[in-house]
């Protein structure tokens, strides 16, 4: 099976996905969550993109366990975090 990069996969989809230009100001990069969870890569992904309202496709082996903390953070960046911090 062929691993995709989670961030290679998620970063243009945030870009695409993200809340129209009108709904947020120049400074603003997206909802901001907060969340503390542990699951597989993937549930922590799909969490992250649940609760900052992201639309994104998450794909391939991703079953390493994950435990995240993020306090009032943009979620596209808290997906960039995720993806850097497990080398994907």
Request: negative net charge; charged residues 25%; without cysteine.
């Given at each position: 099976?062929?691993?995709?990069?989670?961030?290679?996969?998620?970063?243009?989809?945030?870009?695409?996905?993200?809340?129209?230009?009108?709904?947020?100001?120049?400074?603003?990069?997206?909802?901001?969550?907060?969340?503390?969870?542990?699951?597989?890569?993937?549930d922590?992904?799909?969490?992250?993109?649940?609760?900052?309202?992201?639309?994104v496709?998450?794909?391939?082996?991703?079953?390493?366990?994950?435990?995240?903390?993020?306090?009032?953070?943009?979620?596209?960046?808290?997906?960039?975090t995720?993806?850097?911090?497990?080398?994907?």
């Open positions: 099976m062929r691993v995709v990069s989670l961030l290679a996969v998620l970063v243009p989809l945030i870009a695409v996905a993200g809340p129209p230009a009108a709904e947020t100001s120049a400074k603003d990069s997206g909802a901001r969550i907060t969340l503390k969870t542990h699951g597989s890569l993937r922590v992904a799909e969490r992250i993109a649940s609760e900052g309202k992201l639309s496709v998450v794909r391939g082996d991703l079953d390493e366990d994950a435990e995240v903390y993020f306090q009032n953070v943009p979620a596209d960046e808290a997906l960039e995720l993806a850097r911090a497990y080398s994907l």
